[in-house]
C-alpha cells in the first residue's frame, strides 16, 4: 500500500511540474516581437482574445510553460519563444469579464524562423493545430510537435 501511495505521489508532482507548450499569434503591425523584447523582465499583457476555445487555452497556461510568438498575415511565420510569468487573470480590457488574459515575457528569438509554408510542407506536422485550425490565435503544441518546430528553427533541445 505504501508504495503504491509513494508511487501516485511521485506521479502526481511530475505531472503538476511537467511543462506545457502552446502557440500565440499576433499581427506584428500590431504587437511584434520586438515589442515583446522591448517589454523586458516585467513582460507583456497578452490580451484581447475573444474566442472562447483560445480562451480555454489561456486558462489552461501555467507559470514557466512556453509557447511559441506567431506573425499571422504579415510574415506567417514562429519567430521567437515567451515564457508565462503570470497565469490567466481576467482580462482588463474585457468589458463582459467572461475573457481572461496572461503575462508573457520575451525567451529567444529563433535563429532561423519557421514559416507556415514549411510547416504545411513537414508531412510530421500535418496535424498541428495551426494548420487544422488556422484562425484560432492560442492553441496548445504537443511536446513531438514542438521538439520538431526547433529543429526546423536550428534551436535543437
Not at 118 to 126: D, E
Request: hydrophobic share 40%; aromatic share 10%; proline share 4%.
Amino acid at each position: 500500500m505504501y508504495k503504491v501511495v509513494a508511487f501516485l505521489q511521485k506521479k502526481f508532482i511530475l505531472q503538476k511540474m511537467a511543462k506545457s507548450y502552446f502557440l500565440l499569434k499576433s499581427e506584428p503591425n500590431v504587437w511584434s516581437l520586438d515589442q515583446q523584447i522591448k517589454s523586458g523582465s516585467r513582460g507583456s499583457m497578452w490580451d484581447g482574445v475573444r474566442n472562447y476555445q483560445a480562451s480555454n487555452n489561456l486558462k489552461k497556461m501555467k507559470k514557466g510553460d512556453l509557447c511559441f510568438f506567431y506573425h499571422s498575415n504579415i510574415g506567417k511565420e514562429i519567430v521567437g519563444i515567451v515564457s508565462i510569468i503570470k497565469q490567466a487573470f481576467p482580462d482588463p480590457t474585457d468589458k463582459t469579464n467572461k475573457f481572461v488574459a496572461v503575462q508573457v515575457r520575451f525567451k529567444k528569438k529563433l535563429e532561423s524562423p519557421v514559416s507556415l509554408e514549411s510547416i504545411k510542407k513537414t508531412r510530421k506536422l500535418k496535424d498541428l493545430p495551426l494548420i487544422k485550425q488556422s484562425r484560432l490565435s492560442v492553441m496548445p503544441i504537443d511536446t513531438k510537435y514542438w521538439k520538431i518546430i526547433l529543429k526546423m528553427s536550428k534551436i535543437v533541445k
